[in-house]
């Protein structure tokens, strides 16, 4: 007997983007520059110099872009807002016309039967914030519910599914410890502030949004499940440390209010005493969370290894994606069953989760091979359906991504996307992975069992 994988009725099947990485025209329209604007555009930051002045041109070609959706079958649709499109200076006066550009996306996927879930913030900080403090600063939690109450007022209603910050473990990590991403600091003090602010934003955002909002907002967190190399102690330890640091540290303060003790050993005398009073800030009430999730570390104790005394080790004979990180869809199940475990049964989402394999520069045909994308999908949308058996509150998926598009500061030589893209040309091509995953679609998961 084939096994049934068929999905919850009303489940959510999503592609998702973010601005910075697709739009192009960056500073249209009377926008201002973000941080990854001026990152971008500092020599020797970008592999191959590559920068978003382009990247997909959805700025322009959006329309056309929510024909691919919809000829996927999507019936969502995950984005990200440009902070510095609606406040150019971040707070304060407001850019109408780029305030316009969003509504006009949801309109057009709403007018082709596309749920749109809108990201307030997925890494593009208007660089005029950055200027005076960025996430270091206090002040950032006012700034950003101030942006946000703008965009809720203008799009609340048609958009139903908000998230208020995408992976901030990301942003600090790549942005305010190791520098490989913008705003490009490198500092053990910085980190822990910058990680400390971006959760008390979030929870000011989801007040603002409890003020003037009548749907549902989360919060969007990568986890990627730590397994120790070995039973030594000493891998034991340092698989605990790297889990509290990547997986802990931002749903602790917001889902529990606190946060894990590991932090404190980790950072030593860089870890600050918070204030008590902004743990009420913090751990707001949300909907729903987003969990994106693409791989797992195998861990060993490293001396050397930066915070967490800890290293990564790679896994021999088996698949690596593009970005060397190990396909492991056993990681997604133990993702899932953790999170519930630790934070309750919450409404979850996937809101990202996707592969980077070797695809040309120049499509070859009408559809782009891609087989091993399509063995990616099947296994972790299998692996999905297994959580949902297991009494997860699974509510959607949306892959990463519907384009091909800026792989941030690995330029565009990483391809995600369900759809191709010529960089010369612009040209969108599907690959078989989008054909497969339209009748993942249009079966409600039964394609699976194929």
């Known amino acids: 007997m084939t096994r049934s994988y068929r999905f919850p009725a009303n489940f959510v099947w999503g592609a998702a983007t973010s601005a910075y990485q697709i739009e ?7 926008a201002g520059p973000s941080i990854w604007q001026r990152f971008a555009h500092t020599p020797g930051m970008m592999a191959n110099d590559d920068n978003g002045d382009i990247a997909c041109d959805h700025y322009r070609r959006y ?4 024909q691919l959706m919809r000829a996927l079958g999507l019936n969502g649709y995950r984005f990200s807002l440009s902070w510095s499109r609606v406040l150019p200076e971040g707070t304060g006066r407001i850019n109408q016309k780029g305030l316009d550009f969003y509504s006009r996306l949801v309109d057009e996927l709403l007018e082709n039967g596309i749920e749109p879930n809108a990201t307030l913030f ?3 900080m208007p660089a005029a914030l950055d200027d005076r403090g960025g996430w270091l600063s206090r002040d950032c939690a006012h ?6 109450s703008v965009v809720f007022k203008a799009l609340d209603g048609r958009v139903k599914l908000w998230s208020t910050i995408n992976e901030p473990w990301v942003v600090t990590d790549g942005g305010y410890l190791n520098g490989a991403l913008a705003p490009g600091h490198r500092s053990k003090y910085e980190a822990p502030i910058a ?5 008390r934003a979030s929870g000011a955002a989801i007040q603002a949004y409890r003020s003037v909002g009548r749907h549902e907002i989360g919060v969007v967190f990568n ?10 102690p000493e891998d034991v330890a340092a698989t605990r440390r790297a889990h509290a640091y990547m997986n802990e540290q931002f749903a602790d303060p917001a889902l ?3 946060y894990p003790p590991e932090l404190k050993e980790i950072f030593g005398d860089a870890w600050p005493d918070f204030p008590v009073d902004d743990f009420q800030l913090t751990k707001q009430p949300v909907d729903f969370v987003g969990i994106n999730y693409y791989t797992r570390s195998v861990v060993k104790h490293d001396d050397n290894g930066y915070p967490c005394k800890a290293s990564r080790v790679h896994q021999k004979h088996v698949t690596h994606t593009e970005t060397d990180w190990e396909v492991y869809e056993q990681g997604l199940i133990d993702t899932l069953m953790w999170f519930k475990t ?12 996707g592969a980077a394999f070797y695809d040309p520069p120049v499509a070859e045909g009408d559809v782009v091979k891609d087989p091993k994308r399509v063995a990616y999908l099947r296994d972790h949308l299998r692996a999905l359906h297994q959580c949902v058996e297991a009494g997860v509150n699974l509510k959607g998926y949306y892959a990463w991504s519907l384009l091909d598009n800026l792989e941030w500061s690995l330029g565009f030589a990483k391809r995600f996307g369900l759809y191709h893209v010529d960089y010369a040309t612009l040209k969108r091509t599907p690959k078989a992975s989008a054909k497969f995953y339209a009748k993942v679609i249009e079966s409600n998961g039964e394609a699976l069992a194929e």
């Open 24 to 30: 192009g025209s960056p500073l249209a329209d009377g």
């Open 63 to 66: 329309k056309d872009d929510v």
């Open 122 to 124: 997925h890494w593009d």
């Open 143 to 148: 700034w950003f519910a101030e942006y946000a």
């Open 195 to 199: 990680a400390h602010n971006l959760m």
């Open 223 to 232: 986890i990627e499940p730590k397994y120790p190399a070995s039973q030594r």
């Open 256 to 258: 529990l209010g606190s």
């Open 342 to 353: 630790r934070y309750g049964n919450l409404p979850l989402y996937i809101t990202e989760n």
